[in-house]
């Protein structure tokens, strides 16, 4: 029987020509996307170059050791729950973890101090736009999955979200011993911030952590 070779020709061009409801991604805006997130192992984390700290660490190695924290951290705690439907989702904690500096690419990582003059609300509102500016190109993924995961973090809105607020306030404390181990004697402000220590004490397993971080201070 002859196979009617037109007619599935005709068909198979007629699918490939519909919309399938997600935008085009190509790899030019994924490279594109990679390369300016690069920008993060430059870009010195203000908080210790303020203090006067040498060769300070930059963005992107602070976020490398919030990752390996948000996943130990995860897996901690849901190494502690007997019910599944307790268990926090690890694959949204690390896709936070992975998101929750990146808009610092484009608008630098904007000193505490600064806040007081621009406002929380400008900050927050400059910081989504640059997210979601930055992850829009990708359009493989639904219109503001990205930035919605950030904003879900950056507003602690769910146990992820606070999970990883805390793996961000406890790798900064660490950084902190460390810095002062090596000397650094303008830190002790870090230690004041009521906000940092209420953060972390989102679950005992970090609170646990943070008083064996207090520790190693002594």
Not at 20 to 25: E, I, N, Q, S
Not at 83 to 90: G, I, P
Not at 179 to 198: H, R
Request: glycine residues 6%.
């Amino acid at each position: 029987m002859k196979k009617n070779t037109k007619n599935d020709a005709g068909k198979a061009k007629g699918t490939a020509g519909k919309k399938t409801g997600k935008r085009d991604a190509n790899a030019e805006n994924i490279l594109a996307f990679f390369h300016e997130l690069g920008i993060l192992k430059k870009v010195p984390r203000t908080g210790w170059l303020w203090r006067s700290i040498p060769d300070c660490e930059s963005i992107a190695d602070h976020c490398y050791r919030v990752n390996i924290i948000a996943m130990t951290l995860c897996d901690y705690i849901n190494s502690r729950v007997k019910k599944t439907a307790e268990r926090l989702d690890f694959e949204k904690v690390m896709r936070m973890s992975v998101l929750h500096e990146i808009c610092e690419c484009r608008t630098g990582d904007i000193p505490y101090p600064a806040q007081k003059y621009i406002g929380a609300h400008v900050k927050t509102s400059a910081e989504t736009m640059a997210v979601r500016d930055l992850t829009e190109p990708l359009g493989f993924m639904p219109a503001g999955f990205y930035s919605d995961l950030w904003i879900e973090f950056e507003t602690g809105a769910s146990p992820e979200g606070k999970l990883v607020k805390a793996a961000d306030k406890l790798e900064m404390l660490l950084q902190a011993v460390e810095y002062e181990k090596a000397g650094a004697k303008t830190l002790g402000d870090f230690w004041k911030n009521g906000v940092t220590f209420t953060q972390i004490a989102f679950h005992p397993a970090a609170e646990e952590l943070l008083a064996e971080l207090l520790k190693m201070r002594d």
